[in-house]
């Protein structure tokens, strides 16, 4: 896939925010409307597919945000959708489990989903 202005566009959005963005919103923050939905949804695939971006799945809508050369990861709100970096502590067991399994890891990703504290307290 080429990297097309419409394409730059899409990773400067995602650079200037600190929040996952889903699809809708990302058309809505595009300046001028030349992309419709389902191009940004196959956009967001192939970012995806190259390893610029990581999806999340809140309320049956996916989010998502650009990852970072530093790896680490997230926990989301599920309510404002405000992201917190955590620290990767996953690599040394997941190459337990692919050594048993003989799997070759290629790379991982996850994310902790819940409320932060003001959301909570609206609840
Ligand atoms: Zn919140
Ligand atoms: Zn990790």
Known sequence: MRMTNQRKEILNLLK????????????????DHTMNLSTIYR???????????????????????????????????????????MDCHLDHIADEVAKHHHFKITHHDMTVYGYCESCQQKM
Do not use: R, V, W
Not at 68 to 79: A, E, R, S, T, V
């Open 16 to 31: 200037k925010t600190s929040q996952p963005k889903s699809a809708e919103m990302i058309f809505e923050e595009l300046p």
């Open 43 to 85: 956009t967001m695939d192939a970012f995806f597919q190259e390893g610029l971006i990581t999806k999340s799945n809140m309320n049956n809508t996916s989010y998502y945000y650009l990852n970072h050369k530093h790896h680490h990861h997230y926990l989301i709100c599920l309510g404002c959708q405000k992201m917190y970096e």
